[in-house]
């Protein structure tokens, strides 16, 4: 008689704790394995060993399904490669004859017979027909390789595996979500924000406005865990009524591609697990074709995708693009396959694709292809979404544009999901909700001007470079103050003058981004500073001033004075006015700043690079101005190494200076230093205000000026 695992809380395990506890307990024994480094290795791992166990579950159940139906079965592992035959027993092969069979090209089998090893015999499985799951085997182990090194460890980690049973469907939903997390976990052990995972939340909305119909073809171009494909498939079975539906949905319904092996095994297993019995999704790089050359059998009638973004690619992808089009940023290369790859004519295709918010404003290559978005295509909704719901893979502000191969109309909608109350800012611990739609859905049916929701014409798009940012007029103030109704009249004279703050502010870095490829020099950050580390070896008895750094460019603060006994740091760092100073941990949250004589003096910890400048054209403060850009802060993340969910996301002096910045003329280097002060100055007063008058006033303090005009 079985007896239920209990939690220390004495209540039952959940499949999902159960779930948890055995992958935890496998991950364990796996770090103490010296072939693997870190989590990157791990999950790759631990991955294809259950992709194993999942496939022999699957064909143990379809070998019962036969017998009841008089049907023959056709494997597809033959043994003793299954599962069952050389991993199920716990006494089973190991050690070095495990490496050796799981390894090796030729090897000695755990039959006695002399044959192909594991992962060459699963790499050259092939069917007749180039369309069943031996050839989805040979495709996810072609990139497999066993990192580990004990085989003892090994057997430890399979045994551990072989404790979950793919054949209970509660168990098959839950590890569909722990793949997701594993993911995540993935890219923060990388630190790569080129890619995120999209919330369930916003994927389920996507598929569900989008509404995919049976018969049409879904595409996602760049599926990662196959999370868009797996809800699209779910949303299409609601409507299969007959065996025929049926074989529609699984044969001509669901695609995707896969650049990247992990994401790739993950998406097949995904949808595996959902009831797609044979995945359609390409390994490659969807980018890895001539866009001229995509004609109507390769266009599909959705697309739904969150593409990465921020990426570089190699040459040869570049120039599968037009010239005037080409770009390092992934995220625009793809919109424009996207658009290319929906069908027109009677039936027009039609897509939703998730966006930072960079490729809306962006000119140059950005601005030529939203012109062929606006021009050649139907956007009817763009949804601005709160920052956060993407956390901790980004703090990029994200939006969603909808829109397909209808002729375009003369107006284009805007929604703004707003933040949830009674919090300031979404987090893993705080995540967005699929509730939180439910206004959203209520108006896209029925859509009228709120106070969330507003027209743009498509003129006024076209007149602003093909810019599809555009702020929520119905909301005063942008939202970003109180209403004047509810400040004193101080308070309201104040905002005024960050308004005019601000347009000045907007005007001057139109005008620097639009002439940096023609008049202004754009030299790398390492040729116009020189780091400096005035080191001092702490003195007990000696007080020190140590400073830190505020967020969003706002400065620098002494957060105590302290003597030296009472410091954990061995040495500090002395800052002199005049120095540019920048945070290692929180440059993606724009923590920059220039040294005033308030700081002579005062001390700084290693994570505190510090520079003198070198080149007279350019001044510490324009510098601290320059970096005061959101849109600069999305790009930072994109440079840092580490991970946001634990605030360990470092930008590196070597990423730092090769950031290139424009020389602007000396006035409008002056110009923005003044902007800059001023408007933190009224920020102060704001706060003094504020105080006095017990008034807290969060969409002003939160990230307030100069920060958040563009």
């Known amino acids: 008689m079985s007896r ?28 103490k394995d010296k072939g693997l480094n870190g989590d990157l290795d791990r999950l790759p791992m631990l991955t294809w060993i259950m992709f194993l166990k999942f496939l022999d579950d699957m064909e143990q159940s379809g070998e019962k399904e036969s017998e009841l139906s008089a049907e023959r079965f056709h494997p597809a592992i033959e043994p003793p490669y299954r599962w069952r035959d050389w991993a199920a027993q716990e006494d089973g092969v190991t050690g070095d004859e495990l490496l050796k069979f799981i390894n090796q090209d030729e090897a000695i089998l755990p039959n006695g017979m002399k044959g192909a090893g594991l992962l060459a015999y699963l790499r050259g499985l092939q069917s007749t027909t180039g369309r069943d799951r031996r050839d989805v085997i040979a495709n996810v182990f072609r990139g497999v390789q066993n990192r580990m090194i004990n085989g003892y460890l090994l057997r430890d980690v399979i045994n551990k595996v072989n404790a979950i049973h793919f054949n209970s469907s509660e168990e098959i939903h839950t590890l569909g979500h722990l793949y997701e997390s594993m993911l995540r976990e993935m890219r923060d052990a990388a630190g790569d924000s080129g890619e995120f995972y999209t919330p369930r939340p916003i994927v389920k909305f996507m598929v569900t406005v989008i509404d995919p119909q049976l018969g049409e073809t879904v595409l996602d171009p760049a599926c990662g865990t196959g999370g868009f494909l797996c809800e699209a498939y779910q949303h299409l079975s609601e409507q299969c009524r007959t065996v025929e539906d049926r074989r529609i949905l699984q044969e001509r319904s669901i695609f995707g591609q896969e650049a990247k092996p992990l994401p790739y095994m993950l998406s097949q297993m995904n949808l595996l697990l959902h009831g797609l019995e044979f995945p359609h999704i390409v390994y490659d790089n969807s980018l890895n074709v001539r866009i001229q050359e995509i004609g109507d059998r390769d266009r599909v009638d959705v697309i739904l995708t969150n593409p990465p973004f921020g990426g570089e690619e190699e040459r040869g992808i570049l ?76 703090r990029s502000s994200i939006s969603i544009l909808f829109f397909d191969t209808n002729p375009p109309e003369e107006y284009v ?12 800012a979404y987090t893993q611990h705080r995540p967005f909700t699929y509730e939180e739609c439910d206004d959203m859905l209520l108006w896209w049916t029925k859509r009228k001007e709120t106070e969330r929701a507003w027209q743009v014409p498509k003129a006024d798009i076209a007149a602003h470079d093909y810019s599809l940012n555009f702020r929520n007029p119905n909301i005063p103030n942008n939202s970003r103050f109180p209403s004047p109704s509810k400040v004193s009249t101080s308070l309201v004279g104040i905002l005024d003058k960050l308004k005019r703050i601000a347009d000045s502010h907007t005007a001057l870095w139109r005008q ?98 510090t520079f003198q400048i070198v080149d007279s054209r350019v001044r510490a403060g324009y510098l601290w101005a320059y970096f005061s850009q959101p849109a600069l802060w999305d790009h930072i993340e994109g440079l840092g190494t580490g991970t946001t969910s634990t605030s360990r996301l470092r930008l590196k002096e070597a990423r730092f200076l090769s950031l290139a910045v424009p020389i602007a003329p000396e006035d409008i280097q002056n110009d923005l230093i003044k902007l800059l002060r001023d408007s933190l100055e009224l920020e102060r007063e704001i706060k003094k205000l504020a105080e006095t008058q017990g008034q807290f006033l969060p969409a002003v303090l939160e990230r307030s000026l100069p920060l958040e005009f563009d």
């Open 512 to 609: 620097l981004e639009s002439n940096n490829n023609k008049a202004y020099e754009r030299p790398p950050l390492g040729e116009l500073l020189r780091q400096v580390k005035r080191e001092e070896i702490l003195k007990p008895d000696m007080e020190y001033a140590v400073l830190a750094m505020s967020w969003y460019a706002k400065g620098m603060y002494v957060k105590h004075r302290k003597l030296g006994r009472e410091i954990k740091a061995i040495r500090l760092y002395r800052i002199e006015p005049g120095d540019f100073v920048y945070n290692r941990l929180f440059a993606w949250k724009g923590s920059f700043a220039e040294a005033g004589e308030e700081q002579a003096g005062c001390y700084v910890s290693n994570e505190f690079p």
């Open 4 to 31: 239920r695992r209990i939690a220390a809380n004495g209540q039952p395990l959940t499949t999902a704790q159960q779930l948890n506890n055995l992958i935890k307990s496998a991950r364990d024994i796996m770090r």
């Open 413 to 424: 909608w805007y929604y703004e999901v707003p933040l949830r109350p009674g919090i300031k």
């Open 319 to 394: 120039s599968n693009f037009p010239e005037d089009k080409q770009t390092s940023e992934t995220a625009l290369l793809f919109l424009q396959l996207i658009m290319r790859r929906l069908k027109r004519g009677l039936k027009p295709g039609r897509a939703a694709v998730v966006v930072p918010d960079g490729i809306l404003t962006q000119e140059g290559v950005a601005s030529r292809v939203r012109a062929m978005l606006v021009d050649g295509f139907r956007i009817h909704t763009v949804v601005r979404l709160p920052r956060g719901v993407f956390e901790p893979y980004t």
